[in-house]
């Protein structure tokens, strides 16, 4: 079985910042992409940004240049370093994982609250 556990979120001011870990554990043979989404209230899910096991990263264009994404292989972990946080940013923040235990499939985190207040 496999758990993704994030941490890290909180309620911050507008133009703060916060950084959130997710990390993955379990019968876990390899990972491929991980990658962080949010969902605001009343809205889909997005993503947020994406990275693969030999760091190529992706962004939505709401956070290009506030947002890193990073990871750690060996400790099977992601990361997200948010700056110039905005209102907007505020929603709850999933971690998911592409990750091969038998077979590869797609796992999810229980998602973390992030509030950024104006």
């Known amino acids: 079985q496999v758990q993704l556990v994030e941490s890290g979120g909180g309620l911050v001011q507008a133009g703060g910042s916060l950084r959130l870990s997710c990390a993955a554990s379990?019968?876990?043979?390899?990972?491929?992409?991980m990658g962080w989404y949010r969902q605001a209230p009343g809205k889909q899910r997005e993503l947020v940004a994406t990275i693969t096991s030999g760091g190529s990263t992706n962004y939505a264009d709401s956070v290009k240049g506030r947002f890193t994404i990073s990871r750690d292989n060996a400790k099977n972990t992601v990361y997200l370093q948010m700056n110039s946080l905005k209102p907007e940013d505020t929603a709850v923040y999933y971690c998911?994982?592409?990750?091969?235990?038998?077979?590869?499939?797609?796992?999810w985190g229980q998602g973390t609250q992030v509030t950024v207040s104006s």
């Open positions: 998911s994982g592409t990750i091969v235990v038998d077979i590869q499939r797609i796992y």
């Open positions: 379990g019968s876990i043979f390899s990972i491929n992409a």
